[in-house]
Every structure is written in structure tokens, then in C-alpha cells.
């Protein structure tokens, strides 16, 4: 088991389309995935997320470099598929399915030659749908699931095909926060505890920056960055992606910026948690915060057993205020 | 407690099927009594009629085979259709195959001359002769050949769906640019044609059509692995392990064979193809092919025998065209089930 799940090199990716090849990535680095890593592949829409990941999982052929899928390349679709599931954004639009037989399909590279299930097969249905949390599911129609649900049962058909390598290609789009949440929860499980390598694209950006183990951030052209999370945002990798682009990064605190900087500076006392949140609401109203004694204005926040205030001092004056709400009210 | 439902719709079909045949077999200008019927059926003794023996023999059971044939190959084609194009309204015709053996009667018909025509038809009828028969399997053919060409150069299904549809329009195009110009008995020949016939197909036609349907079937039945993957679409498809390529031409031949030869001999039939697969699902609410596939042979054979009975108008002498049947009888029918059971939404597929 040394070579990993799977191996890229010298990969370009992108289409034909009427004998003329158009080119959506060209010149990747080197790519790897191995077992028990999860990585999330990142990018702004139209980066070529969705073609690079169907050129991985040998949906659209490449139209340069190799890629080798457990030291192997150029497997027959049969075998392909059991090393790769994937986890696609088409929508499965039912004819009469129900989850159950949607989750059985799962088995397809493994069934006999007619569909026909033996007990190994239905085992794994069995322990697919339960790490999916799907059980209660398994009667109804697939065309009455919401989003959330939908989105589980696929993953639970991709668990199904029992395969060391899980694609995901946005798996986390028309998701609620809390669905979003544990989706990701359970792929990070899936590869600490049946060893499987997950590879996903995704744009949430902290969400990825908590679970993965490693993120490949794709820019349209084909400049691709890979690294663990954390080092990444060190590196500054984030601000040079969308540099030219009307959005910040910040660093600080690994999210993207909707206020823009600029505005009046102000001086903020205090730290913790108070300190975080007056530092948005103040960002939010257009102010630069700093920390430097150069402000004509200062935002102390001071902690008292009771309750919080916070001390805005402006050319000698000082008043206080007991919400963050009456803060910004005054500085409006 | 679904496999319950399953056996028990199994077994009322099967005892409709039986009925439907009887009561097929029994409907007809001349009255034979049942006993007599069951007696040429099943002892070979001579009937109380020497006629009789000959027409329950010769008309009418022939008749029921090629209705329980007809109506498998087109329901069993028309599901595989919907589910390779995963569009609730097609049916074996999209391929335009349907289209092509009309092509090939209408050039026996109208350009062959009547003479040509005059004798066929007085020979064997509109729908059982030889010439015509092999005149539509040739046009079938040649735009199953064209289907299949240009399948090979497309990776996606709905392409495939929209050709298959032009050339079903361009041959019909050329069709009646054809009428146009031929005299008014030829196109009314021609027009008989298309209304669709259940008579005539006898002795080696019957066992031709039989072969060819069950080869079709069997084949449909052995791809009903390949069918069940193609539901969630050509991509999952793919990463299931399925070479989707291969798996349509496989599709496209079988259900070209069917809606060819069936179209060949007893001319162009609608309606069972787009409804039958509905009503299958329905019954057995599943979209396993495995069981698919044999509902739908029992759902088309069944009917296609009672619009057959129907068409014989009982007590009159007037036999309708089969065409016009299943679309008068078969429409409000299954209006009357997607009404009811609003579960089978046509929304599912969008």
C-alpha cells in the first residue's frame, strides 16, 4: 500500500469541443491524496473546481499529464469505480426511486451481472446508510427529500460503493448551516475512522479551514497552492488568490472581509471575546480598528463583575454605554 | 410488506393476461362458444363448425400472439427509452425508427406503383405482406444505422434524443412529399397502413416476429443492470462503472429491434409505448428493471388484447384500426391513474 489513492503530475485540465481543445487548467503541480486525509479544494466559481475533479475521478479524460489511481493509470471504468465514488452536484431526479434502491446502485461495480444482491452487498448497504445517518429515510421517495436529506442519501450511495478514494464536488451548496456542519463533521469522521481519503470542493472557506487536512486552492489558469490550512493563511496564500478582486481577506481572524477598510481609524481596548465582537460591529459601521495610540478615537471595553461597559472617549469627552447597540449608535 | 403488494399485483396481472386472452380470442364477427373455443384450443378435436376450427386456428389466435408480442416489445421499448433519455414522454418512436420503416412502406406503396401494392394487399392484406413487411425492417434498419453512427459521436443522452427526433421528422417530411405527389389510392393504402394492424401476421411471419421479440426482450431483460444505473443519470453512471457509450448502443439496438420489427408487421402502434411503463411503475412501485421489464410485458400484452376486443366492436361486423383504440382507450386511462396517485409526479423527473 505505499503509492497513494491517487497521483497527478504534469495534469491539464479542460475539454474538447468541436475538435478544438479548450483549456481550463494547465501545468497542475504535482497532486496527491492518500489515506485518512481530507482535502478540500477551493476556488472562486468558474476557477475549473468541478472540471478538475472530474478529470481526477476519470469523468472527462485529461488532456495532458497522467493520473494514476492506486499506482495504477488507465483502469477500465469497472475498476475505476472500485477505488473512486463520487458525490456529484447533478440532481437525481427520481423515476419512482426510492433511498433504498438508490443506496443499493451504490453496489453496482460489485453486484452480479443482473443487479442481484448477496449478503456482503446488503451489509454494506446496511453500513453505509447508518454512517450516513440515513436509516429512517430508506422508504421514501427520492423526489419528496429535502436538499439536506438528498444530500446524505448520495453520500451514503458513494459509501455504499466501498471505495478507498470519496469525491465530493460541492457537497455543501443549498445546505443549511447546521446540515453543512455536520456533513463536513461526518466526512472528516469517515477518514479518521475508515481510513478513507476525501477529496472536496467546496466554497466554505471556514468550514475547510477547520476540518481540513489539506487545501488546494485553484485560480482560473491553473495556478493551484496546496498546503496544510493554517499554513496557508500564514503564507499569505489567500490575500494573493483574490488580490485584484473586491474582496479581503483577513488574516487575523480567516475570514473574508465584507466591509471594506478605509474609514475613519478608532482605537480599541480590551481583548476576549468583547473584544472580537466590538471589533466587528465597528468594522461592520466602516472604521479601521487598530491598536496604535494614533486614533483620535478609543473604544475601552471595560469587564465588571455585573455586567460589561463600554468607555468612548472622543477630544476629552468620555461617556459609557452598556450595549454594544448603544456603542454604534452614538458613533453613527 | 412491498414484496407482498408486488405478488399480489403479479398474480392479478397474470390472471388478467389469461382472461384478456379468452376473452380476445372468443371477440369477433362470428360468435364461437367458449366451450368450443377451449375444445379447437386444447383437445384438437373438431369443433362443432369445420370453420370455426379454421378461424380460432388461423385468425384469431395468430391475432392474439402477435397483440401479446406487439404490446411487450413496444412497452418494454418504450421504458427503456424513458429511462435512457430519463424523459417521461418518450417512447420507441423517439428514435425515429418508427419513422424510417414508414419510410420504407411508403416507398414500396406509393412509388412501386399500385399494381405493385394492389397485390400485396390482396394478397395478404395491408399489414401481413411479405413486401411490405420487409420494406418497413429495411427503412427501420437504415435509420437505426444512422441513430447509431451518430450516437457514436456524442457523449451526451439528450443530444441522441433530439436527433433521433429530426430524423423522425426529416423521414416523415419525406413521406409526404411523397403522398404529395402520388395518386389518392396509394395514400389511402398508405394511410391504412398507419392505422395498425394486429391481423394478418401468420405461420412463418408469426414465428419471425416471435423470435425477434423474444430476442429483444431477453436482451432488454439481461441490460436491466445497466438500465437501473442510467436513473441517476450518465455520470453517476459512469463513476459507477458503467461504459455509457456501450450501454446505449446496446439500448438503442434492442429497442430498435423491437419498435422495427413490431412496426414492420403490424405498422406503427402508439401510445402503449409512452403509457405502459408508466402503469408498471404504478403497479409495481419500484424502478428495479429486473421487475420493471417483466410488468411491462404483462401490462402491454394485457393491453393491447382488450383494445383488440375492443376494436372488433362487439356484435358488429366493423373491425376500428388497433391505432385508434389505444389512444382513445389507453389516454383517459392513464390520466384517470397519474390523477389519483399524484405520488408518480411527472415533477419527478425535472
Known amino acids: ?332 | 410488506m412491498n414484496c407482498s403488494i408486488r405478488k399480489l399485483s403479479l398474480t392479478g396481472l397474470l390472471l388478467l393476461l389469461v382472461l384478456a386472452c379468452v376473452l380476445d380470442i372468443s371477440a369477433g364477427a362470428v360468435r364461437i362458444p367458449l366451450h368450443d373455443i377451449f375444445r379447437i384450443l386444447f383437445s384438437r378435436a373438431p369443433a362443432a363448425d369445420a370453420s370455426w376450427s379454421f378461424i380460432v386456428d388461423k385468425i384469431r389466435l395468430p391475432k392474439a400472439i402477435t397483440a401479446i408480442l406487439a404490446g411487450c416489445g413496444l412497452s418494454v421499448g418504450g421504458l427503456q427509452m424513458q429511462t435512457l433519455f430519463r424523459n417521461p414522454l418518450a417512447d420507441p418512436g423517439v428514435l425515429g425508427i418508427t419513422a424510417g420503416a414508414s419510410l420504407g412502406v411508403a416507398a414500396v406503396m406509393l412509388t412501386g406503383g399500385s399494381m405493385t401494392t394492389i397485390y400485396a394487399i390482396k394478397e395478404l392484406g395491408p399489414s401481413g405482406s411479405w413486401l411490405i413487411a420487409c420494406a418497413a425492417c429495411v427503412g427501420a434498419g437504415m435509420a437505426m444505422l444512422l441513430v447509431l453512427v451518430l450516437s457514436g459521436r456524442l457523449r451526451d443522452n439528450v443530444m441522441m434524443l433530439i436527433i433521433g427526433l429530426m430524423i423522425g421528422s426529416v423521414t416523415l417530411a419525406l413521406i409526404s412529399i411523397w403522398q404529395y405527389f402520388s395518386n389518392p389510392d396509394e395514400v389511402k393504402d398508405y394511410l391504412l397502413w398507419t392505422f395498425g394492424s394486429l391481423g394478418g401476421v401468420t405461420g412463418k411471419q408469426l414465428s419471425i416476429l416471435g423470435l425477434i421479440v423474444g430476442v429483444g426482450l431477453i436482451a432488454a431483460w439481461l441490460s436491466s443492470k445497466m438500465l437501473d444505473a442510467l436513473l441517476l443519470g450518465e455520470n453517476y453512471a459512469r463513476s459507477m462503472g458503467l461504459t455509457v457509450r456501450r450501454a446505449r448502443t446496446i439500448i438503442v439496438c434492442t429497442t430498435s429491434l423491437l419498435a422495427g420489427v413490431i412496426t414492420a408487421f403490424c405498422g406503427p402502434i402508439g401510445f402503449i409505448g409512452i403509457a405502459v411503463p408508466h402503469l408498471a411503475r404504478l403497479c409495481f412501485n419500484t424502478s428495479s428493471h429486473r421487475i420493471l421489464i417483466p410488468a411491462c410485458c404483462l401490462i402491454g400484452a394485457i393491453l393491447l388484447l382488450l383494445c383488440d376486443c375492443i376494436s372488433q366492436w362487439p356484435g358488429t361486423q366493423a373491425v376500428l384500426p388497433i391505432n385508434i383504440i389505444t389512444s382513445l382507450v389507453g389516454a383517459p386511462l392513464v390520466i384517470l391513474l397519474l390523477v389519483r396517485r399524484r405520488n408518480l409526479s411527472i415533477n419527478a423527473y425535472r
Not at chain 1, 39 to 56: E, P, V
Not at chain 1, 139 to 151: A, F, I, P, Y
Not at chain 1, 178 to 204: A, C, W
Not at chain 1, 249 to 269: Q, S
Open chain 1, 1 to 332: 500500500m505505499s503509492s497513494p489513492l491517487l497521483y497527478a503530475k504534469n495534469l491539464s485540465t479542460g475539454y474538447h469541443s468541436g475538435g478544438r481543445k479548450i483549456v481550463v487548467s494547465a501545468g497542475l503541480p504535482e497532486l496527491e491524496i492518500d489515506r485518512g486525509r481530507m482535502i478540500c479544494l477551493l476556488g472562486a466559481n468558474g476557477s475549473g473546481k468541478s472540471t478538475l475533479l472530474r478529470t481526477l475521478a476519470g469523468l472527462q479524460p485529461a488532456l495532458g499529464g497522467t493520473v494514476a489511481v492506486g499506482g495504477a493509470t488507465h483502469l477500465s471504468p469497472a475498476d475505476l469505480a472500485r477505488r473512486i465514488s463520487l458525490v456529484l452536484t447533478d440532481r437525481v431526479v427520481g423515476t419512482n426511486l426510492d433511498v433504498y434502491s438508490l443506496v443499493v446502485l451504490g453496489r453496482y461495480p460489485w453486484s452480479g451481472w443482473l443487479g442481484g444482491l448477496d449478503a456482503a452487498d446488503r451489509s454494506a448497504v446496511g453500513r453505509a446508510m447508518d454512517a450516513a445517518g440515513i436509516m429512517d429515510l430508506q422508504h421514501r421517495k427520492v423526489h419528496t427529500l429535502s436538499d439536506g436529506e438528498s444530500q446524505k442519501v448520495m453520500l451514503a450511495r458513494a459509501l455504499a460503493q466501498d471505495t478507498p478514494l470519496l469525491m465530493l464536488d460541492e457537497p455543501t451548496a443549498h445546505l443549511d448551516l447546521p446540515s453543512r456542519i455536520r456533513l463536513m463533521r461526518l466526512l472528516h469522521t469517515l477518514t479518521r475512522e475508515m481510513n478513507k481519503g476525501i477529496l472536496l470542493s467546496t466554497h466554505e472557506l471556514d468550514l475547510a479551514l477547520q476540518v481540513a487536512d489539506e487545501l488546494w486552492l485553484l485560480q482560473s489558469g491553473g495556478v493551484l497552492h496546496k498546503g496544510a490550512p493554517e499554513d496557508m493563511v500564514l503564507e499569505g496564500a489567500f490575500e494573493a488568490a483574490f488580490a485584484g478582486e473586491d474582496v479581503v481577506f483577513d488574516r487575523a481572524t480567516g475570514v473574508f472581509r465584507i466591509h471594506p477598510e478605509g474609514g475613519p481609524a478608532i482605537r480599541l481596548e480590551g481583548d476576549g471575546t468583547l473584544a472580537f465582537w466590538t471589533r466587528r460591529a465597528l468594522q461592520r459601521e466602516g472604521f479601521t480598528v487598530i491598536r496604535e495610540e494614533t486614533a483620535d478615537r478609543v473604544v475601552r471595553i471595560i469587564e465588571e463583575k455585573s455586567a460589561p461597559r463600554w468607555v468612548l472617549e472622543t477630544a476629552g469627552a468620555s461617556r459609557s454605554y452598556t450595549s454594544i447597540g448603544a456603542l454604534l449608535r452614538e458613533l453613527k
